[in-house]
């Protein structure tokens, strides 16, 4: 593995190893859409946030498949797969893990670090919203710096490491909202919508006979690793990077610039991590296509996914009926051809 990982310099992104990369991502693409019927996009996103190197919320009603998808990217990944059902009364040690007395090597007890469910590869965050926001922050440094701090000791995490949390957005009784700065961490934000009529015939067959398939690991953890450094390698122009730029600056209603739309209904604007969060992305979803380097489209793909949790209406949008991810396409296209 670190033989791979060595040989993948900037003047190493040749076109072979972009065509064997994207051929185990359509085969693992496949492997999941076996499982899991009617939700090609979510599963698109989840391996553009995997190779990108980042964290996915998922949002929909329950028995959409949610905890499935996860279960299964798990499966075609071979990566290690812990869940941990969040509940008003989990504690962040349920988590991160704590300071326990461990039997030693001769069989006597000492004080220890008990490491929690959190030391894992891909983490199911299974209705975050349920826990208090001093749990829900137990995970804030692990999702930013791969660290988990406990007992006085600095532990890294393994290598991937991808939370997916998901979150009901229909019974909120009981629930408590995210931190803005626990969202933020979330690359993406994945909506698993009800599956159409053929859909939902296809799952009922798939789901109710006697021998369910089991999907078949596709990926390694040197595939995934080697596919995050081959992201960061992909070429942006100076002047994509710029709009991004331009559009982010635009968003802040603070500004007395910014647009009146924005000045008027928006509470915050897209801080400089989301802007890295549009960069990435529009990469992965480059190196997904075969392409060596990123274009406007890119960025447009992706704008839904990395925009949609990171944005609040303050009392007068919402009042007025604002949709803000209509609003932020309108200006991001303004500023498309502004730089073109």
């Not at 791979?4 to 310099?9: D, H, I, K, S």
């Amino acid at each position: 593995m670190n033989e791979q990982l060595a040989a993948a310099e900037p003047a190493s992104l040749d076109r072979a190893r972009i065509e064997h990369l994207t051929d185990l991502l359509r085969r693992a693409r496949s492997e999941i859409a076996a499982a899991v019927v009617g939700q090609g996009a979510v599963v698109d996103q989840l391996l553009l946030a995997l190779i990108a190197g980042g964290h996915v919320l998922l949002e929909g009603a329950p028995g959409v498949g949610k905890t499935l998808i996860v279960r299964t990217l798990g499966q075609v990944t071979g990566l290690d797969f812990a869940r941990v059902q969040f509940t008003p009364d989990l504690m962040p040690a349920d988590i991160t893990g704590g300071m326990t007395l461990v039997p030693d090597a001769d069989g006597r007890t000492r004080l220890g670090f008990q490491k929690g469910p959190i030391f894992t590869q891909i983490l199911l965050a299974d209705e975050i919203n349920r826990a208090t926001p001093k749990t829900q922050s137990a995970l804030l440094e692990a999702m930013q710096e791969g660290t988990v701090t406990a007992g006085g000791h600095t532990t890294p995490l393994p290598e991937p490491f991808f939370v997916l949390a998901t979150q009901n957005p229909i019974e909120m009784e009981g629930t408590y909202r995210l931190p803005e700065a626990q969202i933020d961490r979330f690359l993406l934000k994945a909506e698993v919508n009800y599956p159409q009529e053929e859909e939902l015939d296809a799952i009922l067959d798939l789901t109710t006979g006697y021998e369910p398939r089991v999907p078949r690991q596709v990926l390694t953890q040197e595939d995934l690793l080697l596919a995050q450094r081959l992201v960061r390698m992909v070429p942006m122009a100076s002047h994509l990077r710029r709009a991004v730029a331009r559009f982010s600056v635009a968003t802040q209603p603070q500004i007395p610039t910014s647009p009146e739309p924005v000045r008027r209904y928006l509470r915050f604007g897209l801080s400089p991590r989301g802007a890295q969060a549009m960069v990435l992305s529009a990469k992965a979803h480059a190196l997904v296509a075969g392409r060596y380097n990123v274009a406007f489209d890119d960025l447009e793909a992706v704008l839904a996914p990395v925009l949609r949790h990171r944005f609040q209406l303050n009392y007068e949008g919402e009042a007025a009926g604002v949709e803000p991810l209509g609003l932020l396409a309108q200006m991001f296209a303004e500023v498309k051809r502004g730089v073109t």
